[in-house]
């Protein structure tokens, strides 16, 4: 018995796979490459390719006897989904069907899926509940919106049992500081306050100090990447126990501003952040974060660490690892 582990050589991805190797999970990991690190994927096997290689995905899951999949293999970079979308329709949608068709063909009836908080766009309520309406706003967040829809048919029509984790911002490292997010692929707000902190980059921007805020900056919920892999855990064992196909945010439900990331960062690291102040950025919802009580209620998981840990954590890793993964050997 395995877990077929896609995109787990990517940031969130390696950080479950590492927590699943720990429990004594026989893992076995496939991703491309193309926005991974073999030297991320510790103590699991690798196997280099696409989720869209029906053979290969057949092959895995029956040499290997896989009985669930936990799916990371996408693109997602919200920028680029706008002016490339079929690179997004291709490779979250098709490949996924792909990857989802090839699963039923080898007899694996469980998914858990990264989903994400962009699906319901700009809320109109915080904290953010699972039955707000859907509203994406960009091709990436359409296309997380359409395979879960997509998922819930394959329950309808196949018996597939899934459960979309609709993840809020991901961040952090882990605690001994071997593996964390790759700032050279990265445009998430810690990656580049510690990129303006170790002076990697110019003064990080901040778009917008004039929103409906307390300090004026945006509010999000940012989720240690540890207590995001735990919850694909909590999902596998609901699945594993029966559980029915569902979609559940994944979230601290506490929000932070832009300013208080960058005052974490102050106190923790003893150095000045630079940054200067820009004209708020098109599409930025004023604040978004998590209602998280059908996570608890559902799959009895709840975040264990705040920004402390979080900014900690990525502090040591990107002090540690100033260009990311090494150019491999
Ligand atoms: N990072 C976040 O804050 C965040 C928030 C919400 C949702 N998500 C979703 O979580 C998932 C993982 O995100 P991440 O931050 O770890 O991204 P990442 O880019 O670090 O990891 C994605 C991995 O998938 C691999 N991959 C992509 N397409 C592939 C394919 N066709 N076949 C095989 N491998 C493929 C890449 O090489 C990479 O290793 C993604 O689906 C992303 O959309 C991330």
Same mark, same amino acid.
């Given at each position: 018995?395995?877990?077929?582990?896609?995109?787990?050589?990517?940031?969130?991805?390696?950080?479950?796979?590492?927590?699943?190797?720990?429990?004594? /999970?026989?893992?076995? $990991?496939?991703?491309? #490459?193309?926005? &991974?690190?073999? +030297?991320? @994927?510790?103590?699991?096997?690798?196997? %280099?390719?696409?989720?869209?290689?029906?053979?290969?995905?057949?092959?895995?899951?029956?040499?290997?006897?896989?009985?669930?999949?936990?799916?990371?293999?996408?693109?997602?970079?919200?920028?680029?989904?706008?002016?490339?979308?079929a690179r997004y329709w291709l490779n979250?949608?098709?490949? /996924?069907?792909?990857? $989802?068709?090839?699963? #039923?063909?080898? &007899?694996?009836? +469980?998914? @858990?899926?990264?989903?994400?908080?962009? %699906?319901?766009?700009?809320?109109?309520?915080?904290?953010?509940?699972?039955?707000?309406?859907?509203?994406?706003?960009?091709?990436?967040?359409?296309?997380?919106?359409?395979?879960?829809?997509?998922?819930?048919?394959?329950?309808?029509?196949?018996?597939?049992?899934?459960?979309?984790?609709?993840?809020?911002?991901?961040?952090?490292?882990?605690?001994?500081?071997?593996?964390?997010?790759?700032?050279?692929?990265?445009?998430?707000? %810690?990656?580049?306050?510690?990129?303006?902190?170790?002076?990697?980059?110019?003064?990080?921007?901040?778009?917008?100090?004039?929103?409906?805020?307390?300090?004026?900056?945006?509010?999000?919920?940012?989720?240690?990447?540890?207590?995001?892999?735990?919850?694909?855990?909590?999902?596998?064992?609901?699945?594993?126990?029966?559980?029915?196909?569902?979609?559940?945010?994944?979230?601290?439900?506490?929000?932070?501003?832009?300013?208080? %990331?960058?005052?974490?960062?102050?106190?923790?690291?003893?150095?000045?952040?630079?940054?200067?102040?820009?004209?708020?950025?098109?599409?930025?919802?004023?604040?978004?974060?998590?209602?998280?009580?059908?996570a608890q209620r559902t799959l009895g998981?709840?975040?264990?660490?705040?920004?402390?840990?979080?900014?900690?954590?990525?502090?040591?890793?990107?002090r540690d690892h100033p260009d990311g993964?090494?150019?491999?050997?």
């Open positions: 018995m395995s877990i077929l582990v896609t995109g787990g050589a990517g940031y969130i991805g390696s950080h479950t796979v590492r927590q699943l190797t720990r429990g004594a /999970t026989d893992v076995v $990991v496939l991703d491309s #490459l193309e926005l &991974g690190h073999r +030297q991320a @994927v510790i103590e699991a096997e690798l196997v %280099v390719g696409d989720i869209a290689d029906q053979e290969l995905v057949i092959g895995l899951c029956r040499d290997r006897g896989v009985t669930q999949v936990v799916h990371f293999a996408a693109y997602k970079s919200v920028g680029e989904s706008m002016s490339d979308p979250n949608v098709a490949g /996924t069907t792909k990857l $989802v068709e090839a699963m #039923l063909a080898a &007899g694996v009836e +469980q998914l @858990v899926f990264s989903s994400s908080c962009s %699906v319901y766009g700009t809320p109109a309520h915080n904290p953010v509940g699972e039955d707000a309406p859907i509203h994406p706003e960009s091709v990436y967040a359409e296309s997380k919106a359409m395979v879960e829809r997509i998922l819930q048919w394959y329950g309808v029509t196949h018996g597939l049992r899934s459960v979309s984790l609709r993840y809020f911002n991901a961040a952090g490292a882990s605690d001994d500081g071997r593996i964390g997010e790759d700032w050279r692929s990265s445009q998430n707000l %810690v990656p580049l306050v510690m990129k303006a902190t170790l002076g990697r980059s110019g003064p990080l921007t901040v778009f917008g100090d004039d929103y409906p805020t307390p300090d004026g900056t945006c509010i999000r919920d940012y989720i240690h990447v540890d207590d995001l892999a735990a919850a694909h855990l909590a999902a596998l064992a609901y699945l594993d126990g029966g559980g029915s196909t569902t979609a559940v945010n994944v979230g601290t439900g506490t929000g932070s501003s832009v300013y208080e %990331v960058i005052r974490a960062t102050e106190r923790i690291t003893g150095r000045a952040v630079p940054y200067a102040v820009g004209p708020r950025r098109s599409g930025d919802p004023v604040a978004t974060f998590a209602d998280p009580a059908t998981w709840r975040a264990c660490r705040g920004l402390d840990e979080i900014i900690d954590s990525a502090w040591r890793w990107h993964f090494p150019a491999e050997g």
